[in-house]
């Protein structure tokens, strides 16, 4: 008699019936892909779409990607890769306990930043004026999975990825997707608060009074504190959700890292030379096509779609490297 039990895709779905909450989003319930699949015999719809994404350029490209402080140099500094794996451990953990899919969530979480551009949301400042409205992460990051780079995933993958953002309408359309909204912002506060500490950018004493009340201790403490207000709420409430005073208390924080941290004048003048970077790189490749990189080209599309997918899909040190190579070759490293 084997030691091992085989657990094909089939049962891992009758499980996910057996198990999952009445709200989840189940696997075997999905909408389905653009194209049509055969079936895994292991792993279930959300199996694969969390695999291929871990396996993408894009996902890889993340580890030279900025979060806050601009092509950093400190082996402890979080950049959009770190981000995004800190983003799916509070999503995982939100989505076993309150009994959702935890692959879904996965996926949604690994996908949401592979359309980030360079230097941050500073990044997405720098392209809004190539488009019309505002050129945003969040819909990039489906144009990669999609058509860049085609994964040919799930229509509940790309539906939480589209609208991971809190400003964008309508909002994700399964719990899962909502979760990413609420494990995204306890990710980069917490992170970014860290950040700032060792950067020396603030101090403990810096820390607002009222956040110390509503969260604890900085670091675990917050972290932990921030989930459990997720699931109390969600779980009372039937439907995701955060307790109402530590909701209050995240947007009181927000707003004091956007004054001493995202805003403070040193980020501001870093922020002015990433949007001139990568404006300089967008109008280059705009009046020299021939001298952009091959990756993330399209024949046949407007050329200034192309030139915004291969300047957005760039890493911090990559858009550095070839501004230096199209306006100081003297300069510059080989691209």
């Known amino acids: ?57 894009a996902f890889r490209r993340l580890k030279h990607k900025t979060q806050v402080f601009i092509n950093p140099e400190g082996d402890h500094v979080v950049t959009r890769l770190t981000h995004t794996l800190q983003v799916m451990q509070v999503g995982r953990s939100l989505a076993v306990a309150l009994g959702l899919n935890e692959t879904l969530t996965e996926a949604i979480c690994l996908g949401h930043e592979v359309g980030h551009p360079p230097f941050g949301h500073t990044g997405e400042v720098a392209l809004s004026p190539y488009v019309d409205g505002e050129w945003l992460h969040a ?102 959700a955060m307790r109402p005073e530590i909701l209050e208390a995240m947007h009181g924080f927000r707003d004091f ?39 993330y080209r399209r024949p046949g599309e407007p050329l200034v779609n192309q030139v915004l997918d291969v300047v957005a899909g760039m890493t911090d040190r990559y858009a550095l490297r070839a501004h230096d190579q199209a306006f100081r070759p003297s300069a510059s490293f080989p691209v």
């Open 257 to 295: 890292m956007f004054r001493r941290v995202y805003l403070r004048p040193e980020s501001r003048r870093q922020a002015e030379k990433a949007v001139r970077v990568l404006r300089d790189l967008v109008d280059h490749y705009l009046e020299n096509p021939e001298h952009m990189p091959e990756s």
């Open 1 to 57: 008699m084997s030691s091992f039990s085989k657990v094909t895709r089939l049962k891992r779905e009758a499980m996910e019936q057996e198990l999952l909450a009445p709200i989840a989003t189940q696997a075997a319930g999905s909408r389905g892909r653009e194209v049509a699949e055969q079936p895994d015999e292991y792993r279930t719809a959300f199996d694969r779409d969390r695999d291929r994404i871990l396996h993408s350029k």
């Open 139 to 240: 819909e990039q990051s489906v144009r990669v999975l999609s058509v860049l780079e085609p994964l040919n995933l799930s229509w509940e993958v790309l539906d939480g990825i589209r609208a991971h953002s809190w400003k964008i309408d309508p909002p994700p359309a399964t719990p899962e997707g909502v979760l990413l909204r609420f494990a995204d912002r306890v990710a980069y506060l917490v992170h970014d608060m860290e950040d700032a500490l060792r950067a020396g950018v603030l101090t403990y004493a810096d820390l607002p009074e009222e956040s110390r009340r509503a969260f604890g201790k900085p670091g675990r403490e917050w972290v932990s504190t921030m989930i459990h207000a997720v699931i109390d709420e969600s779980l009372e409430r039937g439907e995701v």
